[in-house]
C-alpha cells in the first residue's frame, strides 16, 4: 500500500510538473509572439518617385509576430530610398515599396500642363495614369489617331489653381530619364490626356 501510494505521489508530482512545464512554456512562447519592435512609419503619404528624407519617417513599437523582415526595422536607414509603391500616411513602410537600385532611381520630375477636360476630375497626386497624345487643332492640321505616349507613370503634384480662371491644370509627374524627351515632344504636338489606370 504504501508503496502504491509513493508511485501515485511520483506520478501527480510528474503530471503538476508537465502541466507546469506547459503553462510556462505557453506565456513564454506569448511573451515572445507579443513583444514589440521598433519600425519605421510614413510621417506623410510617400508617393512613387520620391526620395525618402529624415523627416518622412516617425519611429514607432508594433508587434510584427513573424513579418519583421517585410518592413523597415528602426535600426535601418531608408533615406535616400525612392518610392514605388504609395505609402498611405502613418502606415508602416513595407521593404517592397522602397528601392535603392539604380535604374529605379533614374526617374525625374517633369511638369506639364493638361486641360482640365483631359483629366479626371477625382484623379489625385500618387495615382498611377497613363498619358495619350491627341491631335490639336490649334497647333496642326494633320491630326492623327491617339497615341499612348507613356504607360504606368506616376503623379507626383496637381495643381489647379488655373482651372477656375479657364487656364490649364499643371502636372508633376515620375518620369525615366529615357522618356522626358519622349514627353515634351509629344507635349509640344498636341493634347495630353491623362487616364487613371484601375488595379
Known amino acids: 500500500m504504501t508503496r502504491y501510494k509513493k508511485r501515485l ?36 503619404t510617400l508617393v512613387p518617385g520620391h526620395y525618402v528624407l529624415i523627416e518622412d519617417l516617425v ?4 508587434v510584427l509576430g513573424g513579418s519583421e523582415s517585410s518592413y523597415f526595422r528602426a535600426g535601418d536607414d531608408p533615406t535616400g530610398y525612392v518610392v514605388k509603391r504609395a505609402v498611405p500616411q502613418g502606415e508602416l513602410i513595407p521593404r517592397s515599396s522602397l528601392s535603392n537600385s ?23 497626386s500618387g495615382e498611377i495614369v497613363n498619358l495619350y497624345q491627341v491631335g490639336d487643332s490649334t497647333i496642326t492640321q494633320n491630326l492623327g489617331p491617339p497615341t499612348l505616349i507613356l504607360s504606368h507613370v506616376f503623379l507626383l503634384s496637381i495643381d489647379k489653381k488655373g482651372e477656375n480662371l479657364g487656364g490649364d491644370i499643371s502636372l508633376t509627374i515620375s518620369v525615366d530619364h529615357k ?21
Open 179 to 199: 522618356e522626358i524627351l519622349t514627353l515634351l515632344e509629344a507635349t509640344s504636338q498636341g493634347r495630353i490626356v491623362v487616364v487613371r489606370v484601375n488595379g
Open 102 to 124: 539604380e535604374n529605379e532611381m533614374l526617374t525625374s520630375a517633369v511638369p506639364i500642363s493638361v486641360h482640365a477636360s483631359d483629366l479626371p476630375g477625382n484623379v489625385s
Open 9 to 44: 505521489q511520483t506520478r501527480l508530482i510528474a503530471a503538476g510538473a508537465l502541466v507546469l512545464a506547459s503553462f510556462i512554456s505557453a506565456f513564454v512562447l506569448s511573451s515572445v509572439a507579443n513583444q514589440k519592435s521598433g519600425v519605421w512609419t510614413s510621417s506623410k
Open 59 to 62: 519611429q514607432t513599437q508594433v
